[in-house]
């Protein structure tokens, strides 16, 4: 197993603030463990993100500080959500005599029969699983034999993997790790499409368009208003035949 060294140096919580840190390179840190007291430290944030991008959180770091030399495992990385840029690391002094428990990442090697013969795609849903280890047996991540996928919906389980000796994997295993899903071709894309364009233009044909009601109507209200108008012409000509009888 491939050993790390990290330089850090002790960060006074009360003097130091953070924000001054990160603009200067460093990353915030605190290394905690059984029987020791927490110590805050920083981190030189190139130094770290190469350790990191190897490590993860199964790989054993030597972190120095002051001279001194504590095995430490990185446990968690707090990261800003719309820089994604570190804010600050928590890392896990271990005993090298004592089993940790730790989440190792998963990676599907060989070449699955159903994506060579497009048959289907290899979907992942599963990508890490929680073991336990001495912190030198941690492995830096746990591959699965993907060959015997050869049809649509046959799957490999976390029963599948095959751990290292010294190493137990605690999570369950009837998890589906991964499988086989059904492959949906451009054509078949582009025909749902089509499909989808032609039902919503009949869709739209078969709807009445917006104001064609009042336009319909408009008519009849003229029409009816002409009919009550020609009573009261007729009134008007009734009168003055009257009128002219009189005299």
Request: proline share 5%.
């Amino acid at each position: 197993m491939k050993k790390y060294t990290l330089q850090a140096t002790a960060r006074d919580v009360k003097k130091q603030k953070v924000s001054k840190l990160r603009r200067a390179g460093l990353i915030p840190a605190t290394v905690y463990g059984k029987k020791i007291k927490s110590v805050s430290l920083s981190l030189p944030s190139s130094q770290f993100f190469k350790i990191y991008e190897e490590a993860h959180e199964t790989g054993l770091v030597d972190l120095t500080t002051d001279g001194t030399v504590r095995p430490v495992l990185i446990h968690h990385v707090q990261k800003d959500p719309v820089k994604d840029s570190i804010l600050h690391v928590e890392l896990h002094q271990v005993d090298l005599k004592e089993k940790v428990k730790a989440a190792v990442p998963l990676h599907l090697v060989g070449e699955a029969p159903a994506v060579a013969q497009k048959v289907g795609v290899i979907l992942t849903l599963v990508s890490e699983v929680e073991v336990e280890a001495l912190p030198t047996d941690l492995p830096e991540k746990l591959e699965l034999e993907v060959s015997r996928l050869a049809a649509v919906d046959q799957e490999l389980k976390v029963a599948d993997l095959k751990a290292p000796s010294g190493v137990t994997i605690l999570t369950d295993g009837s998890l589906v790790v991964a499988k086989v899903g059904a492959l949906v071709s451009k054509e078949a894309e582009a025909q749902a499409a089509a499909e989808a364009a032609a039902a919503a233009a009949a869709a739209a044909e078969a709807a009445p368009a917006e104001g064609e009601a009042v336009t319909e109507e408009a008519p009849q209200a003229e029409e009816a208003g002409e009919a009550k108008a020609e009573p009261q012409e007729a009134e008007v000509v009734a009168g003055k035949e009257e009128k002219s009888q009189e005299k």
